[in-house]
């Protein structure tokens, strides 16, 4: 220890005993080093790494209610969820129900016929469905619904009508009263009583959802009417049920209330901030955060707090006519915003006893190499003049609004994203006052380019490029409506004599690998967005008629979720050539700090599943923190320890790193806080 002057050092020396120290402080509930996997009888056989994952997850339930499955895309997380129910039932006739995303609906059927012996599979379509459900199945049942439709349904909606700020009857208009005589406030009206005291008509109404073909949802019924009928409740792309209040992770909670047992499967745990995993934790495992103190409805910023990264500003304000900022009369404030990070310490307190993790390279011995390469862009004069103009009036109004007001934040940011990739179609940009009236803030310039931007240039030099190389290209924008960059794309692309297609969002969701199969062999390039084709499908046809092994995100978004899942619709078992994943944005713009913020994200997803990397999106990360940085040198210092799991070959796969996604509005608010920054 006396050569030892600092902590890397320190790292350095001992990483390797301190990982052993790890390793027989901790007893895992399966060893592959030295259990054979133990898996029930399926028409397929996994292969191994997918066995002993199978059995890990067999074992986690035997202890516990639910289990997390994070495997990456496309290492067969279908057959392992599948396979691990089917296993744990031991042979009994079981209920299993599916929620998964709406276009994945057919391929959960076509898998299960194909994975479990005698199998019987029915689609939930509507609330009656939900009465089939028998207590005692004859054989191995499951029930398939689309998330989507699960929620579907009525709701109870307040039917008092808001006068002046007081709560009136709907029918005869007579104020609602408190047991003092108070008029109670409109919007307090949730504690009052369910009928009006003068006429006695009723205060609240049920009506349709929006969009709902019928008058219950699936959810409830299962809980309400057929409680202790599910044993297994399989939900497919949990990470998208993450929302602490959206319909979608309500009905998922319903369903986990009386389901036996949980298995959520996913490929992106988390899009690199802990509020993505608290929801999730509370709805499927919450014995660990009750264990805390945290409880569902509070506790936020705490948790925050203790396991992620937050950012305490404080912003101090003067009186009007006051010089010195430090006078007596000024005032501060503090507020806390959100910022990429988790704490290594959330992984050993609420993941370890509850997840099972499985890379790519993991299950594939011999994946082709996948390189991602970040490309930035220097804008056109005549653009950069107007994007910098556009931006300074939005840094002025933003300043004199004060940093807490966010009446702007969802145009501006999105102005300043779209405007360097589409100049026309552009309408005044502002907000409205608390009276209704729109304050415009500015007016983008309307042009209509001739020839190509810079950007624009780039992609089209990558597509030819990719073409002579006999290698298609799939291309994902953001804006495909009122500033149609796909479309703009798409005429640029064919005037280059590129066969160029664009999936839109009218393709409905079952539709979209049928729609693939389509146009792949003939296309050469494909435009959409990577909402439309991130979860459940494959860019290469098994039987060779069309592959597109890269990938060009021409504008990256903020959802690290949603670019995580699309970024790995190539590079899967099966694929034979090499992947590329290219990332574009104009230098020095708003893209550019997305970009960097997405890096951000990613290093803090990564290092949550045991990945550390240093190249594409990863490499914009300049901030990984003090934490991150300690794990990092830890990983990269056990040299001497066996790295990979048991069932490794010894052929070591090619080098690879993953890439993913992001809840809007935290990303949204930090996208701001840049904005923000000097």
């Known amino acids: 220890m006396q050569n030892v002057t ?27 080093d030295t259990e054979p996997p133990q898996v029930a009888r399926l028409l397929r ?53 599916v929620m998964c995303p709406g276009q994945l609906t057919k391929k959960w059927e076509r898998e299960l016929r194909l994975t479990i012996p005698g199998v019987e599979v029915h689609q939930i379509e ?48 007579h104020y609602l009263l408190d047991k003092d005589g108070a008029r109670i406030p409109f919007a307090s009206i949730k504690k009052a009583r369910m009928r009006c005291d003068a006429c006695g008509t009723p205060l609240w109404k049920f009506v349709r959802r929006r969009g709902a073909q019928d008058r219950w949802a699936p959810s409830s019924i299962v809980k309400r009417k057929r409680p202790g009928c599910i044993d297994y409740l399989v939900l497919d792309e949990v990470h998208e049920l993450k929302g602490s209040d959206s319909a979608q992770a309500n009905a998922m909670g319903e369903l986990a209330s009386v389901s036996r047992k949980v298995v959520a499967l996913t490929g992106t745990l988390t899009g690199g901030s802990a509020e993505h995993l608290r929801p999730l934790l509370f709805r499927l ?49 503090t507020s806390k915003i959100p910022r990429p990070g988790i704490m290594p310490t959330l992984f050993g307190q609420h993941l370890i006893g509850n997840c099972v993790f499985l890379s790519l390279q993991e299950v594939a011995d011999k994946l082709p190499q996948l ?18 103009r556009i931006e300074s009036v939005i840094r002025a109004t933003i300043q004199s609004l004060g940093p807490n007001d966010k009446r702007l934040l969802g145009p501006m940011v999105n102005a300043l994203l779209c405007y360097p990739d589409h100049q026309s179609n552009w309408e005044p940009i502002g907000y409205r006052e608390r009276s209704g009236n729109f304050v ?50 798409q005429h640029l ?27 792949g062999p003939t296309a050469d390039v494909v435009i959409s967005h990577p909402d439309l084709v991130k979860t459940g499908l494959d860019f290469f046809d098994h039987e060779g008629r069309y592959n597109f092994p890269s990938l060009a995100f021409y504008e990256t978004g903020y959802n690290l979720f949603t670019l995580r899942q699309a970024a790995r619709r190539a590079w899967r078992i099966g694929q034979e050539r090499t992947c590329k994943v290219f990332y574009l944005y104009y230098a020095g713009s708003m893209q550019e700090r997305a970009v960097e913020l997405m890096g951000k994200k990613m290093a803090a997803a990564l290092a949550v599943e045991g990945q550390f990397s240093s190249e594409g999106l990863t490499a914009m990360n300049e901030d990984e923190g003090l934490e991150m940085a300690l794990a990092k040198s830890l990983v990269e210092n056990m040299d001497d320890l066996d790295a990979g799991r048991a069932w490794k070959s010894v052929e070591e796969a090619t080098q690879a790193e993953t890439v993913g996604d992001t809840e809007t509005a935290i990303d949204v608010d930090a996208l701001f806080a840049e904005l923000l920054a000097v």
């Not at 902590?7 to 592959?32: I, K, V």
């Not at 007016?443 to 990719?466: C, H, I, Y």
């Open 440 to 489: 415009q803030v500015v007016q983008p310039a309307n042009r209509f380019p001739e020839g190509m931007l810079a950007k624009e240039r780039a992609l089209v030099e990558l597509a030819m490029s990719e073409f002579t190389k006999g290698r298609k290209l799939w291309v994902y924008v953001q804006y495909t409506d009122r500033h149609d960059v796909a479309g703009r794309l």
């Open 6 to 32: 600092n902590l890397d050092e320190y790292l350095a020396r001992y990483a390797s005993q301190l990982g052993r120290n790890a390793q027989h402080a901790l007893t895992p509930l399966h060893n592959p």
């Open 371 to 388: 390189a991602e390469q970040t490309i930035g862009v220097e804008m056109d004069d005549e653009i950069a003049s107007e994007y910098r």
């Open 285 to 333: 495992q919450p014995a660990s955060l009750v264990a805390e103190g945290f409880r569902f409805n509070s506790g936020i910023t705490e948790f925050n707090e203790r396991y992620g990264r937050v950012e305490v500003r404080e912003t101090e304000s003067e009186p009007i006519g006051t010089e010195n900022a430090m006078s007596r009369g000024s005032s501060r404030s």
């Open 126 to 173: 509507s609330w009656r469905d939900c009465f089939a459900i028998q207590r005692k199945p004859a054989s191995a049942t499951w029930w398939i619904i689309g998330r989507d439709r699960c929620k579907l349904g009525s709701f109870w909606e307040m039917a008092v009508l808001n006068r002046q700020g007081a709560a009136v009857c709907p029918d005869c208009g």
């Open 45 to 97: 056989e996994p292969f191994v790494p997918q066995a002993h994952v199978i059995t890990g997850c067999v074992k986690a339930l035997r202890r516990q209610k639910a289990v997390l499955l994070v495997a990456e895309m496309g290492t067969g997380k279908t057959l392992m969820g599948q396979a691990a129910c089917h296993t744990h039932a031991a042979g009994k006739p079981y209920n299993a129900v």
């Open 493 to 519: 692309l064919q005037a280059q004599g590129l066969r160029t297609e664009v999936m839109r969002a009218s393709v409905k969701g079952e539709d979209r690998e049928a729609w693939i199969a389509e146009h």
